[in-house]
Structure formats: C-alpha cells, structure tokens
C-alpha cells in the first residue's frame, strides 16, 4: 500500500462524534510513550502528521486521519499513564469495549509494545479484550532500533510466551520510527485487512 495522502480528520472524544461514513478503519493502541505517534508519522512519510508528545498521556482522544480518501487510521488514546485517575482508566477501559464490540467498520487493531520492555499488566488486559473479539489482532513492537540482534530474539520470546498465556496467536511487527524498520510490512498487513490498495 502506498500512501498518496493522509489527513487529520477529527478527535472525537465522544461515541457520537465517531465518523459514520462506514469507510474501514484500522485502530492503533498502546501505553503512553511506546511511540504511536511516531510510528504513525513514519507511516505516513510525514514528521509532524501526529503529534509527538514530552508529556504522554495527554491525548484522551480517537484521533482519525483519512488515508488515500478511502481508509481511516486511528489513534487511540494511550493507557497506563500514571496521572490519569480510576476513573478515568475505568472510562478508557468502557470506551475501547464499545469499540470493539460495537464499531462494525473496524477492520483490524494493531496493539503496540516497546520492543524494551515486558508488556505490562494493561497490556495484558487489552490481550484479555482482543481475546473476546473477533476483530483482528496483530502485534507492533516499537523502537528496535535500540535493541541488538540478541535482544530482539528474547524481545519476541517474552511477547510471545505472555500472548500463549493469554491463549492468542498473533502476528508480530518489528518496526521503529527511527530506521523506518516494518514499515512496508505494516503498510501490507493494512492493506490486507482494510483493502487501503488504490
Ligand atoms: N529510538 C527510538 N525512539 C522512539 C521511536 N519511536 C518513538 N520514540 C521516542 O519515544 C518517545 C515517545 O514517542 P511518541 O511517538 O510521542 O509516543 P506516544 O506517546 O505513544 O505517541 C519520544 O521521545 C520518541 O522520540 C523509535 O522507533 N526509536
Ligand atoms: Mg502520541
């Protein structure tokens, strides 16, 4: 898939404030500062589409961009922010339920993880939620670029043994923002699933 154009469509903050077009979309979710927005800008060739935060956590948005006028990206707001109260989290938790549930043109979720670090309990509970949706799910570890050969090896063994604990088979994407590493692997798995092609 090639990315002609790509634009900043809403943050919709609301169920209701959703795009009802029924065009596919392609959600993208993750802890706070594993690199979303940037691998986000990295797909889409550009440095400023999706704003790249020093102060994680802010954004409690569904941000939709429209690619090639005939997909959308979405950016969901990042999780395990440890400013952010219960409530909030419990919001956040209810919200992503719906989503998965109820959004019939969600066509796949793309969960990513810090190549660095052992998912976390949050990331555990968003594999418990894929695990009871049919919505396809695949696995985007970031920031490779900062691990060796070795590392990436036990990078994937600890996701992968945390996912067969969670009784999930999932396909797993070694990219980073830095070197651009996954990104036309990415890009085929979006195409694949959401029909980005044209
Ligand atoms: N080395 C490296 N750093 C990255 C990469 N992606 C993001 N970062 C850094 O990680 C921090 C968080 O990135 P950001 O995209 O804002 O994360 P978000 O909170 O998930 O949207 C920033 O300091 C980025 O420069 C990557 O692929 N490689
Ligand atoms: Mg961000």
Do not use: C
């Amino acid at each position: 898939m090639i990315i002609k154009d790509i634009e900043f469509i809403k943050g919709a903050t609301r169920w209701e404030h959703l795009p009802v077009d029924g065009l596919p979309e392609v959600a993208f979710v993750g802890r706070s500062n594993v690199g979303k927005s940037s691998l986000l800008n990295m797909l889409a060739g550009r440095t400023k589409l999706a704003r790249t935060s020093r102060t994680p956590g802010k954004t409690q948005e569904f941000n939709y961009y429209l690619v090639n006028q005939r997909l959308y990206f979405v950016d969901l707001p990042g999780y395990g922010y440890a400013r952010i109260s219960r409530t909030q989290r419990n919001r956040w938790g209810r919200f992503i339920g719906r989503y998965l549930t109820e959004r019939v043109s969600l066509r796949a979720m793309f969960h990513l993880i810090d190549s660095r670090h052992r998912p976390t309990a949050r990331d555990e509970d968003v594999m418990a939620l894929m695990r009871e949706s049919d919505v396809p799910y695949l696995v985007v570890l970031t920031k490779t670029d900062k691990l060796s050969g070795n590392q990436r090896a036990r990078s994937r063994a600890e996701i992968e043994a945390v996912l067969e604990k969670a009784a999930l088979e999932v396909p797993m994407i070694f990219t980073s923002a830095r070197d651009k590493r996954g990104r036309e692997e990415l890009l085929g798995w979006i195409e694949d699933l959401a029909g980005g092609k044209g």
